[in-house]
Structures are given as structure tokens and as C-alpha cells.
């Protein structure tokens, strides 16, 4: 392996299981020392008895005194995970070159992430550094099944962002659940957020989503107010409409039974229709045009 540079001893500081075969290891200096900066995507080399092995580091990289890195045991390999999930424990050094980063963050105002299994490592301090930014993201992690899957409980906290696809233990009850949506006029997604906990075996989480829509180049008007005692129809007066149907058809409950209005009427929107119609030309205000029913005819 290349001599990229030189070799640091670190003492684990702590193991925790993070997933079915996969550990972590929090890595810090022997002397209590900061430990070199690293940027999401880095990596260590760490010395194995088979040899060195890559390890992407998955901690915060704001905290200065503090590797993580997670690995996943691989029994039909040549050793080296296998060598630091049965013979590493807390207290003992490791020996280790880097950090290196060959898998940087460019920036971006738009990231769409995509993990599978243990290569959720270098995404985890990406996605921080995303939502830190506030950059737009999302993030797509595959995995066999949840309770296989690293850190789902730590990226619970970005909510609909996170969207795991795991291979559900049996199609009968995706398809039990899809029927039943169906009866209230719902869909089921493909992809399902991410929640926090794990789900026993025997048991299904059926996670309801209420989304915001919005129709792209309308003004906000949220935070505005205009008097409008004429009650005259305004510019983006279709946009206000299309917004409002869009986010009454957001709300999957309104989908079932309709809005609830709170039984009073306002004044606002139902004199409107009034008044235009008040307004409105009689038909016969120009007299009645003259129709003979002899013109024409044979
Ligand atoms: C940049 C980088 C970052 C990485 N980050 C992580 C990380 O965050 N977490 C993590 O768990 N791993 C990570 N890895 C992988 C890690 O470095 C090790 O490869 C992994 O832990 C397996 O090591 P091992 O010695 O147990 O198995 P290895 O002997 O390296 O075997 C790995 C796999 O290859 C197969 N294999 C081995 N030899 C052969 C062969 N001759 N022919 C066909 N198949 C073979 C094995 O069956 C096994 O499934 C990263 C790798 C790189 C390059």
C-alpha cells in the first residue's frame, strides 16, 4: 500500500453496534490531542493483520478530537473487517495513515444522495454538511432490511429527506397495506421516510406523509396584506387560486372528507362572487338586436 503518509497511533475510545454486522469505532489521539481536520467523503488507512484497510470516517468533522469510522463484518473476506469487529475493543491503538479525501462534496445548491449498505459512511457528514449549508437534498438509502442498515436512527432527524428502500420482508403485506390506502383514495410510495425506532419482526409501520404544494412562480403572500374593500379580482389572482387548490389537495384529509369550513361565512371571498355578479352588464342592456325569422329560409 503507498506511503501517503505517515502512520499515527489512535486509541478506540469507544465500539457501539450500529447495525447487524456493522460497528463503530470513535477514535481519538492516545494524548487526548486534536486529531488532523478532515472534510465529508475522507477516509483512513487503517493497518489490519491482513493488511491495511479503507474506512471512510463518519463522525462530525467540527469536532477536532474525534475520528468515526463504521465497518462492516465481511466474513468471506481476507480478514481485516472481520479483525476489527472480533479482536478491537475499547482501550486498545490502532495504528492509521490519513485522513485523505478522493470522494469530495463539490458544491451545490442541489444534492441528490444515493447509499446502499455500508456506503452510507462518507454520506452521513455529507448530508450534515448539506442541511448545514441549506442546500436542497435528498438522500435514497437501500439496504436488505432495516435493522441491517447503519445510522437510520441518527438521519431520522432529517425526516422526508431520507427515504429508505428496503426490500420488505414479504410483497403480501405491501399489497395489504396498498389496498387499503386505495379504499381512501391514497397511494403508496415506493420509497417510505425515514423514522426513528426499529419495527419488530411481525409488525409493519405505515407511515402517513401530509406534503406542501406549491405552484412554482407564484408570489408568497403569506406574510402580506392588502385592503381590497372593492373586492376587484388582483394580478396573480390565478395563482392564489391554483395555490390554494394545491395545497387543499395536499392535505390527504381534506381527500376524504372535504375542508371544513368553521360555519362562518367570510366576507372576503363570498361577497366576491356577489359583487361581480352585480357588476356584471345586463344582457339586454344595448336593447335587443332585431331578428327577423323571415330572412333567410326558401
Ligand atoms: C475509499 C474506501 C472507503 C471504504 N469505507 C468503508 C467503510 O466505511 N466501511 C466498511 O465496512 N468498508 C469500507 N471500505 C471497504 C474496506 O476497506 C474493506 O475492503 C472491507 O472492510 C473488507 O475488508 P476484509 O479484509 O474483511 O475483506 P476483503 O478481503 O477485502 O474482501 C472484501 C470482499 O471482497 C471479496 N473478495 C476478497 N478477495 C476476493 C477475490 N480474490 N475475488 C473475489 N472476491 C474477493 C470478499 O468475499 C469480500 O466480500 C472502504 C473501501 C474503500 C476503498
Known amino acids: 500500500m503507498a506511503d501517503h503518509a505517515p502512520k499515527r497511533d489512535v486509541v478506540v475510545e469507544a465500539v457501539a453496534r450500529e447495525a447487524e454486522s456493522v460497528v463503530s469505532l470513535v477514535l481519538a489521539d492516545p494524548d487526548w490531542g486534536p486529531l488532523p481536520a478532515w472534510t465529508p467523503g475522507a477516509h483512513l488507512d487503517v493497518e489490519t493483520p491482513a493488511?491495511?484497510?479503507?474506512?471512510?470516517?463518519?463522525?462530525?468533522p467540527a469536532e477536532p478530537g474525534r475520528w468515526r469510522i463504521a465497518v462492516l463484518r465481511e466474513p468471506d473476506g481476507r480478514g481485516g473487517s472481520v479483525w476489527l469487529h472480533d479482536s478491537v475493543g475499547a482501550g486498545d491503538r490502532l495504528s492509521v495513515r490519513g485522513p485523505r479525501n478522493h470522494f469530495e462534496l463539490v458544491d451545490a445548491e442541489r444534492y441528490v444522495f444515493v447509499a446502499g449498505g455500508i456506503g452510507i459512511t462518507p454520506l452521513v457528514?455529507?448530508?450534515?454538511?448539506?442541511?448545514?449549508?441549506?442546500?436542497?437534498?435528498?438522500?435514497?438509502?437501500?439496504?436488505r432490511r432495516e435493522d441491517s442498515m447503519a445510522f437510520v436512527a441518527e438521519l431520522a432527524r432529517y425526516g422526508?429527506?431520507?427515504a429508505l428502500d428496503t426490500s420488505l420482508p414479504n410483497d403480501a403485506v405491501r399489497e395489504d397495506v396498498a389496498a387499503i390506502a386505495?379504499?381512501?383514495g391514497l397511494l403508496l410510495s415506493d420509497g417510505a421516510p425515514v423514522t426513528a425506532g426499529f419495527v419488530e419482526p411481525g409488525n409493519v409501520r405505515v407511515v402517513v406523509t401530509r406534503s406542501r404544494a406549491h405552484v412554482p412562480g407564484c408570489p408568497d403572500w403569506s406574510d402580506k396584506m392588502a385592503t381590497n374593500l372593492e373586492n376587484r379580482t388582483s394580478d396573480d389572482y390565478g395563482c392564489a387560486v391554483?395555490?390554494?387548490?394545491?395545497?387543499m389537495i395536499a392535505d390527504p384529509e381534506h381527500l376524504l372528507k372535504g375542508a371544513e369550513g368553521t360555519g362562518?361565512?367570510?366576507v372576503m371571498s363570498s361577497t366576491k362572487a356577489i359583487q361581480s355578479y352585480r357588476k356584471q352588464e345586463p344582457t339586454g342592456a344595448e336593447g335587443l338586436p332585431a331578428v327577423s325569422s323571415q330572412s333567410g329560409g326558401n
Do not use: F, I, K
Open 242 to 247: 391554483n395555490s390554494n387548490l394545491a395545497a
Open 182 to 184: 386505495a379504499r381512501h
Open 160 to 162: 422526508d429527506r431520507v
Open 51 to 60: 493488511g491495511e484497510r479503507q474506512y471512510s470516517l463518519c463522525g462530525d
Open 264 to 266: 362562518e361565512t367570510v
Open 125 to 143: 457528514p455529507m448530508v450534515r454538511a448539506a442541511a448545514a449549508r441549506g442546500a436542497d437534498w435528498t438522500l435514497t438509502y437501500g439496504g
